[in-house]
């Protein structure tokens, strides 16, 4: 079969030709928005997060039979198309759950302990912490959005500092009880936290989800974190909330030099181990599609529309 990947790296392309050696393969560095100009015939497509899957794009795509995107999230992927076609989808859930939980971690330490501040200041010989003094996390109540992957990640983690937890999701999940978090209502979860730590996938149910309305419920020194997606953060929000924010992804970058918020470019992901597992859950998506056999990350989005 054809496979076209895009996006890829020297690395990933070595382990996709090493493990799909009777297969044709096609590599792109470029998004498949950049690099597909015309028609082709490809049978299987693998992108990432910055291909936007589109009507358009999937017209030059008259062969194809499986869409994989090698992330977690899937709001990228927006086509009436894909239902048309009922063409096979799917992600690599459950790989960033340590990396991105950790990250998250070290966002809020950054702003409780101004470690960003004290280093740069040492550089430049300047040893003064006068007017850093920071906060502990130890008894402080930890609220979070979701409990997923990551999010469950985040909750040991949490527990594991002493701090409080509190926490509501779509459903309840067996963490809960074994960790001892409180499962309540969302607008409860942001009133209790000193930390809110959003964990949440980007869909029509969770744009927006903290907004002018309820983030009114805040405590007015609450710190929020959000690893997730940008627009689960009313656009507003951005540019009027005094709250600390620790961003590594947000809906404008225009709002990224304001003194409340920390942003760090979408790279919550990025440790050696977690690109290892997006490959290697990549891999055995594609094996699944290739044996016709049941595929273990399928999104099914052509039975739902949860993500347009």
Known sequence: M?????????????????????????????????????????????????????????EKLPALKYLQTRSTGYDHIKCDTLYRRGLLVSNVAGYGGPAVAEFAFSLLLNATRHTHMALQRTKQNNFDYSDLQGMEISGKTLGILGLGTIGSQMAQIGKGFGMKV?????????????????????????????????????????????????????????????????????????????????????????????????????????????????????LENMKAFLADRQLPNCLKLACNREYS
């Open 2 to 58: 054809k496979i076209a990947f895009f996006e890829t790296k020297p690395e990933e392309k070595a382990f996709f030709q090493e493990h799909l050696k009777e297969q044709e393969l096609f590599f792109f560095e470029e998004t498949v928005n950049e690099a597909l100009k015309e028609m082709q015939e490809y049978d299987a497509v693998s992108v990432f997060v910055h291909s936007r899957i589109t009507d358009e794009i999937l």
């Open 166 to 282: 509190v926490a509501c999701s779509r459903t309840k999940k067996p963490i809960v009880d074994a960790l001892g978090i409180d499962f309540c209502d969302l607008d409860s979860v942001i009133a209790q936290s000193d930390i809110l730590m959003l964990a949440l996938p980007l869909t029509p149910a969770t744009k927006n989800i903290l907004n002018e309305k309820n983030a009114a419920g805040l405590k007015k020194d609450a710190i929020i974190v959000n690893t997730a997606r940008g627009e689960l953060i009313e656009d507003v929000l951005y540019g009027r909330m005094k709250n600390i924010l620790c961003l590594d992804v947000i809906s404008d970058i225009k709002y990224i030099h304001r003194n409340n918020i920390l942003y760090t470019p979408h790279m919550a992901y990025y440790t050696k181990e977690a690109l290892q597992r997006i490959m290697q859950i990549s």
